[in-house]
Structures are given as structure tokens and as C-alpha cells.
């Protein structure tokens, strides 16, 4: 995380958002979904999806679910203040709630599709 706010803010002269980081994950399973497929067609890459485990900025050994294209990124909770150093707040007293354990389980997944039909 440290080595991309640094080429971040480098590049932009300012913080990345949480947005940069969640764009920047996305972008490297994108990547890594096409690599595992050998293309970049649709098909190829669904195919692809929920084969693959990345490392992205939130941590290491992210996947995503092929059903609903879910991550189980982690959360991370806490409270928005001025720190020192900072011209923002800035989240202190983080709390981490791993990905996984708070995604619906795939039979909710499957019976809600089949109430909406």
C-alpha cells in the first residue's frame, strides 16, 4: 500500500481515495482473470473468474466469486478526524472485518434469484 500512495501521489500530487484503491484492485483482478483466460473475450474471462487469486492493496490472496462477482476484500471501519500532517480527516481506531464472513452465502444468492423471477 505504501509503494502506491508514494507512485500515487507522485503522479497526482495528492492522496489516492478509497476509490484509487478499490480501481486499482479491480483493475489488477481484471488483469489477472485475463492472464488465467489467455484472452479478453467475455466468455474467456467469466470462465476465468472465480479461478483466480490476486494480491491487491487491501490484501493479499483476493478472490472473487464466479455466481455474483462478489470480492471478499476486507472492510475497514473507523473514525473520520483531523490527524496531524493531514490537510483531510483521515480514519483512526481502525477496526477490520475480513470480506468473506460478510457476503451473502451462495444459497441466499440463489434463492433470492429465483423469488425475483
Known amino acids: 500500500m505504501t509503494g502506491f500512495i508514494e507512485a500515487y501521489r507522485a503522479e497526482f500530487k ?9 480501481a ?33 492493496l487491501r490484501e493479499a490472496g483476493l478472490k472473487v466469486r464466479a455466481m455474483d462477482g462478489q470480492m471478499n476484500a ?3 471501519v473507523g473514525k473520520a478526524g483531523k490527524v496531524d500532517g493531514y490537510d483531510f480527516p483521515i480514519l483512526t481506531e481502525v477496526e477490520k472485518f475480513e470480506g468473506a464472513p460478510l457476503m451473502p452465502s451462495e ?9 425475483a423471477k
Open 74 to 76: 476486507p472492510v475497514y
Open 107 to 115: 444459497d441466499f444468492i440463489l434463492k433470492a434469484r429465483e423469488a
Open 14 to 22: 495528492e492522496y489516492p481515495t478509497d476509490w484509487a484503491i478499490n
Open 24 to 56: 486499482y484492485d479491480g483493475l489488477k483482478f481484471y488483469a489477472a482473470a485475463a492472464e488465467k483466460a489467455g484472452s479478453v473475450a467475455p466468455d474467456a474471462l467469466m470462465a476465468a473468474v472465480g479461478e483466480v487469486t490476486f494480491d491487491g
